[in-house]
């Protein structure tokens, strides 16, 4: 098995220098591997082995994480074909099809998300809280007003560097997966003065950690924490509706397509490679869909 080991650390190191693959990308990699080399023969590569394999994780994990997996494997018998390491390719022989049930991106009503943000500024004016407890409110109005604005990926916003952002003209470099770059601007008065606010507080501890968004210690913001700030300010706000940082995400691609957006241009603002990601979003706008019917179908215009 140390030869399999041994090709798991060379195809891991060529993601990372010859593909340019973020660690948290390379880590999901190496978890995936390294299951399937525990599980693996001596004959690892044959497509009997293979095939076991894929019936066993079926047996014990949801299909979006078996697919990610066999993504995984797939991608290194590749890498191992087209670096002549193995004679052949098992998974060319090899037919997988499995159905992922079908799940609506959860929202958040923008309503609630009113609630939240004017929970959050309660805090940052409240009179009786401590110096510490209004900075962390500062940057946490910060933190959920560009998750919002932006509809960033979370692991996007705690990865962000100072250089990344404008605070002049609103302008922000986001590296998303893949190491993709993209370009958003933050057009609203109020989430850019929430940013700068922010910024203000915070100078010393940004410019040490070299990361924009930084914990009480000045450490880089994690997306743990910002679960758990969501997760307070929701409690406190009395909101009943369970909310995730992607929720946000999804909530920015819906009410932007309910305003009559170009899915592209979602596309585009996301970071999807593919429309076909996006398109997940045409099924949530039930709403839009009910106006259309009502104010625009011909039936309106005949008198009978």
Same mark, same amino acid.
């Given at each position: 098995?140390?030869?399999?080991?041994?090709?798991?650390?060379?195809?891991?190191?060529?993601?990372?220098?010859?593909?340019?693959?973020?660690?948290?990308?390379?880590?999901?990699?190496?978890?995936?591997?390294?299951?399937?080399?525990?599980?693996?023969?001596?004959?690892?590569?044959?497509?009997? *082995?293979?095939? %076991?394999?894929? #019936? =066993?994780?079926?047996?014990?994990?949801?299909?979006?994480?078996? /697919?990610?997996? @066999?993504?995984?494997?797939?991608?290194?018998?590749?890498?191992?074909?087209?670096?002549?390491?193995?004679?052949?390719?098992?998974?060319?022989?090899?037919?997988?099809?499995?159905?992922?049930?079908?799940?609506?991106?959860?929202?958040?009503?923008?309503?609630?998300?009113?609630?939240?943000?004017?929970?959050?500024?309660?805090?940052?004016?409240?009179?009786?809280?401590?110096?510490?407890?209004?900075?962390?409110?500062?940057?946490?109005?910060?933190?959920?007003?560009?998750?919002?604005?932006?509809?960033?990926?979370?692991?996007?916003?705690?990865?962000?560097?100072?250089?990344?952002?404008?605070?002049?003209?609103?302008?922000?470099?986001?590296?998303?997966?893949?190491?993709?770059?993209?370009?958003? *601007?933050?057009? %609203?008065?109020? #989430? =850019?003065?929430?940013?700068?606010?922010?910024?203000?507080?915070? /100078?010393?501890? @940004?410019?040490?950690?070299?990361?924009?968004?930084?914990?009480?210690?000045?450490?880089?913001?994690?997306?743990?924490?910002?679960?758990?700030?969501?997760?307070?300010?929701?409690?406190?706000?009395?909101?009943?509706?369970?909310?995730?940082?992607?929720?946000?995400?999804?909530?920015?691609?819906?009410?932007?397509?309910?305003?009559?957006?170009?899915?592209?241009?979602?596309?585009?603002?996301?970071?999807?490679?593919?429309?076909?990601?996006?398109?997940?979003?045409?099924?949530?706008?039930?709403?839009?869909?009910?106006?259309?019917?009502?104010?625009?179908?011909?039936?309106?215009?005949?008198?009978?």
């Amino acid at each position: 098995m140390q030869d399999l080991n041994r090709l798991i650390e060379k195809y891991l190191l060529a993601c990372q220098y010859h593909k340019g693959l973020n660690q948290k990308t390379i880590k999901a990699y190496r978890i995936d591997l390294q299951q399937f080399s525990g599980q693996a023969s001596e004959q690892w590569y044959s497509r009997e *082995q293979i095939t %076991n394999y894929l #019936v =066993l994780l079926q047996q014990k994990y949801r299909v979006r994480s078996v /697919k990610r997996k @066999i993504a995984s494997i797939k991608a290194f018998f590749n890498y191992l074909e087209y670096e002549e390491l193995l004679p052949d390719n098992p998974f060319l022989k090899i037919r997988i099809k499995l159905n992922e049930p079908f799940l609506l991106p959860r929202t958040i009503p923008l309503p609630t998300i009113e609630q939240l943000l004017s929970q959050i500024y309660k805090d940052v004016d409240a009179a009786n809280s401590t110096k510490q407890q209004r900075l962390a409110a500062i940057r946490d109005a910060a933190v959920i007003e560009l998750l919002f604005a932006s509809g960033m990926r979370v692991s996007e916003l705690c990865t962000l560097k100072p250089e990344n952002i404008d605070l002049s003209d609103g302008m922000i470099r986001i590296w998303g997966k893949g190491a993709k770059e993209r370009i958003l *601007q933050v057009g %609203n008065e109020t #989430v =850019l003065a929430a940013l700068r606010s922010y910024n203000d507080a915070y /100078k010393t501890q @940004i410019q040490m950690s070299e990361s924009f968004f930084v914990n009480r210690l000045g450490n880089p913001l994690s997306e743990q924490s910002v679960r758990f700030m969501i997760v307070k300010y929701a409690d406190e706000a009395g909101i009943t509706l369970h909310i995730t940082p992607h929720m946000f995400r999804h909530s920015f691609a819906t009410f932007l397509l309910e305003e009559d957006v170009d899915i592209r241009y979602i596309q585009r603002l996301l970071g999807h490679s593919s429309i076909t990601t996006t398109q997940i979003y045409t099924h949530v706008t039930a709403k839009k869909q009910r106006d259309i019917l009502y104010s625009k179908h011909p039936r309106n215009k005949l008198n009978i």
